[in-house]
């Protein structure tokens, strides 16, 4: 494996810890199951390629992460609004913005940005680690903006709600407010890691968010199987690490011969051994 495969696996874990943050918010925070973002990654993929061949990159980025903002809150909405069940309402706003994405891209179902100015095009004379830098920069300061929001007043609200909603409700905290943003928050960032995804790659393509859930969850089971704390800032740092270590486990099995179309089902067994491990650890002293 040399050093070229090695630092594509590092930038691929660190956009897809930029993913596992926004999962985290949702699942592990809220405790909802959100199925919007196969959607809204792809939603942040179309706005970045879109506004970048316009000739404005970092606008793209920035755009990318209120379309995905929005499409939280959409779903937040209906679940707290209209009363609709939380994975159904994560599925119809997947499925809505599908069409939503396709006409962002001028219903084309990819765009190419070669050629074109992209965040990294300026930081060429550090090949052939630009791009890891400028993902390191963004993953770090993510995770520190994250992590001093969720010890604020709104933030301890959101992982109350998550917890206890009856008590927090008892406290007369808005749960419904609570849930809307914290969504929209969680979708927001799925939707710039689908910027960054689409500016790193050089391409848009309608079917990108595909998988996108099995990942983040993969990598936060992974992570916080390994590093097990109370602590937020241990917690999305170990949010971080699992999105890498599962982007090398899949590199190493490529690397092994994989074939690539076997990644899906790869994906799956790894989710399916972290959540499993803790029982079949006590299964396995029992027998011993």
Do not use: W
């Amino acid at each position: 494996m040399n050093s070229t495969v090695i630092l594509g696996a590092l930038e691929l874990g660190g956009i897809f810890a930029v993913l596992s943050l926004g999962l985290y918010i949702s699942f592990k925070v809220l405790n909802i199951p959100d199925l919007t973002v196969d959607g809204s990654f792809t939603t942040g993929c179309a706005v970045s390629a879109v506004v970048a061949v316009a000739g404005y990159p970092v606008l793209g980025m920035v755009l990318g992460f209120v379309a995905g903002a929005i499409a939280g809150m959409v779903t937040g909405l209906l679940i707290t609004k209209l009363n609709i069940n939380e994975i159904l309402a994560g599925i119809l706003t997947q499925t809505a913005l599908y069409s939503v994405n396709l006409r962002i891209m001028h219903q084309t179902p990819n765009i190419s940005l070669f050629n074109h100015k992209t965040i990294f095009s300026s930081t060429t004379q550090f090949e052939p680690y630009d791009k890891l830098l400028i993902i390191g920069v963004i993953v770090i300061v993510i995770t520190v903006l994250l992590n001093y929001f969720l010890k604020t007043q709104m933030g301890l609200a959101l992982r109350a709600c998550g917890d206890n909603e009856a008590m927090v409700r008892a406290s007369s905290i808005d749960t419904d407010k609570m849930k809307i943003i914290g969504l929209g928050l969680a979708n927001g960032l799925v939707a710039l890691s689908g910027a960054l995804f689409t500016q790193q790659q050089g391409y848009a393509d309608i079917t990108s968010g595909i998988g996108m859930m099995v990942i983040g969850l993969a990598s936060i089971i992974i992570g916080l199987t390994f590093i097990k704390s109370d602590k937020v800032a241990v917690c999305l740092v170990g949010t971080i690490v699992g999105a890498i270590f599962y982007r090398f486990a899949l590199t190493i099995a490529l690397y092994l011969g994989l074939p690539s179309g076997d990644l899906k089902i790869l994906s799956a067994f790894i989710v399916v051994i972290a959540i499993s491990s803790a029982t079949l650890k006590r299964r396995f002293k029992r027998h011993a």
